[in-house]
């Protein structure tokens, strides 16, 4: 079974500061790895994914994350924050990669960041 | 691109009653769509995946009779909760896949429901 874990429920950042959300992945074969964002009330919005290749993934509003096989990670970072970047952020999984594969999401990590 | 929308963004009904939602890709064919599920402050919950023209797929724990998921076109699909309960209180997000065969699923803005 595939499952991802984000073990911090909260993450505090100053403005200007780089920032860390951590993830881990667990599934058989190759992971297909998501980050989204969700903004209160809102739908999600996709960052970035990692399906193959460069283990560095850049993705949008300066965010990147690096897949790393060996710790079954998929941090997501950013090298300056934002105010505008607090949110909750979802790491999120798949075995396939497909349109008609399931994703399984984390428990989501809110990130605040401080003036 | 690659828009999907829900309708009513939010609703309150009585406990008892059913209410429809609305799920529609806007600008694509969305061969698949999920609908999921949220509960204050956790994550997302996969309830079911519909394909166009066939049943949907519900996962564990969901009960099927209770949430009657349609996709009767490549744009729209329904999640009907019958007979409400407070419980059923939650937000309800669907997402959709294109049938292009990438895996990117695009979500739409969520429903809250409240029940009475």
């Known amino acids: 079974a595939q499952s991802v874990a984000q073990p911090e429920d909260q993450v505090n950042v100053a403005e200007g500061n780089p920032l860390t959300v951590k993830c881990t992945y667990s599934v058989s074969g190759n992971p297909y790895l998501f980050w989204y964002v969700q903004y209160p009330n809102r739908g999600l919005q996709f960052l970035l994914k990692y399906i193959t290749g460069d283990n560095l993934v850049k993705g949008s509003y300066g965010f990147e994350a690096e897949f790393n096989k060996s710790q079954t990670s998929f941090h997501l970072k950013k090298p300056s924050a934002l105010v505008s970047d607090s949110a909750l952020y979802f790491c999120a999984v798949s075995q396939r990669y497909s349109s008609a594969s399931k994703i399984i999401f984390g428990s989501g990590t809110r990130l605040s960041i401080r003036p | 691109g690659a828009v999907v929308s829900q309708h009513p963004s939010w609703v309150i009904c009585k406990s008892g009653t059913s209410v429809k939602i609305e799920c529609r890709s806007l600008?694509?064919?969305?061969?698949?769509m999920f609908w999921y599920r949220q509960f204050p402050k956790q994550s997302l919950m996969l309830m079911a995946t519909s394909n166009e023209g066939s049943k949907a797929t519900y996962e564990q724990g969901v009960e099927k009779d209770k949430f009657l998921i349609n996709h009767a076109s490549l744009t729209l699909s329904t999640l009907t909760v019958t007979s409400a309960h407070p419980e059923d209180s939650s937000f309800y997000i669907c997402?959709?896949?294109?049938?292009?065969?990438?895996?990117?699923?695009?979500f739409g803005p969520g429903t809250r429901l409240t029940v009475t």
């Open positions: 997402s959709a896949s294109a049938r292009t065969g990438m895996n990117e699923q695009y």
């Open positions: 600008d694509f064919q969305a061969t698949t």
